[in-house]
T-cell receptor, first 115, second 112 residues
Framework: DGGITQSPKYLFRKEGQNVTLSCEQN?????MYWYRQDPGQGLRLIYY???????QKGDIAEGYSVSREKKESFPLTVTSAQKNPTAFYLC??????????????FGDGTRLSIL | SQQGEEDPQALSIQEGENATMNCSYK?????LQWYRQNSGRGLVHLIL?????REKHSGRLRVTLDTSKKSSSLLITASRAADTASYFC????????????FGKGTKLTVNP
């Protein structure tokens, strides 16, 4: 089945530690996105990538980094500079048709907490 | 910000009743999308309505769009307990943008 796989489901970070969240898709989508969701809130865009080897900052990129070396993969690193990392992180992907946004397909998220 | 705002924040109904959720946004859009999120899961795309469409149906879902009022509504007819979830509207972040801006969602509870 085609879809997006996020791992791990739960992750704990120690003070001063960087952690990496994995996101893999087999939908052959060009565009991939990372969102942060806080309790009772909507989604806020961290980073997005429209093509391999290219990505752009979203609304809350500070303290995060990404790479897009393969079409299928878009890992997110939460660095020690992100002082409030506790949240639910969602990865999504979509096709591109050159005409605005398309429906996005989401993974089942990674819940990150501070130890 | 072009964020959509859903109303109400929470809605509790009985099985079999209809549920209506509203979304307002601030500036012109290409399209508006509705998503569902079950507790602790990712979002699932429900329906996309383009700016030149006024109404769209998908199964028990009916979405309307009023661009003059910058608002949309999602109607779920004959609701079921399985419809219990949070529902989000999302708008594009500007003409030609491939980014989505999400509202804070409506939490729907359908009581058996």
């Amino acid at each position: 089945d085609g879809g997006i796989t996020q791992s791990p489901k739960y992750l704990f970070r120690k003070e001063g530690q960087n952690v990496t969240l994995s996101c893999e898709q087999n939908l052959n989508h060009d565009a991939m996105y990372w969102y942060r969701q806080d309790p009772g809130q909507g989604l806020r865009l961290i980073y997005y990538s429209q093509i391999v080897n290219d990505f752009q900052k979203g609304d809350i990129a500070e303290g995060y980094s990404v790479s897009r070396e393969k079409k299928e993969s878009f890992p997110l690193t939460v660095t020690s500079a992100q002082k409030n990392p506790t949240a639910f992180y969602l990865c999504a992907s979509s096709t591109r048709n050159g005409w605005g946004n398309q429906p996005q397909h989401f993974g089942d998220g990674t819940r990150l907490s501070i130890l | 910000s072009q964020q959509g705002e859903e109303d109400p924040q929470a809605l509790s109904i009985q099985e079999g009743e209809n549920a209506t959720m509203n979304c307002s946004y601030k500036t012109s859009i290409n399209n508006l999308q509705w998503y569902r999120q079950n507790s602790g899961r990712g979002l699932v795309h429900l329906i996309l309505i383009r700016s030149n469409e006024r109404e769209k149906h998908s199964g028990r879902l009916r979405v309307t769009l009023d661009t003059s009022k910058k608002s949309s509504s999602l109607l779920i007819t004959a609701s079921r307990a399985a419809d219990t979830a949070s529902y989000f509207c999302a708008t594009d972040a500007g003409r030609g943008s491939e980014k989505l801006v999400f509202g804070k969602g409506t939490k729907l509870t359908v009581n058996p």
